[in-house]
T-cell receptor
Framework: GNSVTQMEGPVTLSEEAFLTINCTYTATGYPSLFWYVQYPGEGLQLLLKATKADDKGSNKGFEATYRKETTSFHLEKGSVQVSDSAVYFCALMPSGSARQLTFGSGTQLTVLP | DTAVSQTPKYLVTQMGNDKSIKCEQNLGHDTMYWYKQDSKKFLKIMFSYNNKELIINETVPNRFSPKSPDKAHLNLHINSLELGDSAVYFC????????????FGDGTRLSIL
């Protein structure tokens, strides 16, 4: 079956530090990959996505590259801000007719001023 | 304009009661979903409806019954509430064609006393 494994949190960084949140997946075929962010008390928002190998998704200074050879989709940001504090979820959507999202366990990020 | 709206935002009730959570989307999407998020932030899909028809029904107790009166609404009714039902329930919607992302509501926090 499909699965997503994220690095365990919580992650605590100082403002302007470099962020990496690791994500690897297991799926047949060529799934689409997503990063969602959940701010406190809110629902999930799409942060970025990539639909094929070597695609790079980017948004708000965050980036992630779809690596087929390592089945990874690591999230990076060069300089985090306090406002980036949230829970980050990696997810995959399989190719084909089953459009069900499978989520990773989420990674809590706290950025300190 | 709220894209995916859920009501109520908070629901506190006693064990054994029956309750409903409503969800509406104004995005014109053809598919709607219910997710359960536990206290560790783990997200699991419960149901998915496409054009008012059930297409995903994960292993969920039959005390949970989704109802889709039209494409824009997917309500969740829960009978005989149990302590383990305490969680945040998220509604989401998407357009199935293509790799369109899912849009989430802000969640309903259900607390069972």
């Amino acid at each position: 079956g499909n699965s997503v494994t994220q690095m365990e949190g919580p992650v605590t960084l100082s403002e302007e530090a470099f962020l990496t949140i690791n994500c690897t997946y297991t799926a047949t075929g060529y799934p689409s990959l997503f990063w969602y962010v959940q701010y406190p008390g809110e629902g999930l928002q799409l942060l970025l996505k990539a639909t094929k190998a070597d695609d790079k998704g980017s948004n708000k200074g965050f980036e992630a590259t779809y690596r087929k050879e390592t089945t990874s989709f690591h999230l990076e940001k060069g300089s985090v801000q306090v406002s980036d504090s949230a829970v980050y979820f990696c997810a995959l959507m399989p190719s084909g007719s089953a459009r069900q999202l499978t989520f990773g366990s989420g990674t809590q990020l706290t950025v300190l001023p | 304009d709220t894209a995916v709206s859920q009501t109520p935002k908070y629901l506190v009730t006693q064990m054994g009661n029956d309750k409903s959570i409503k969800c509406e989307q104004n995005l014109g999407h053809d598919t709607m979903y219910w997710y359960k998020q536990d206290s560790k932030k783990f997200l699991k899909i419960m149901f998915s409806y496409n054009n008012k028809e059930l297409i995903i029904n994960e292993t969920v107790p039959n005390r949970f019954s989704p109802k889709s009166p039209d494409k824009a609404h997917l309500n969740l009714h829960i009978n005989s509430l149990e302590l383990g039902d305490s969680a945040v329930y998220f509604c989401a919607s998407s357009q199935v064609a293509g790799d369109q992302p899912q849009h989430f509501g802000d969640g309903t926090r259900l607390s069972i006393l």
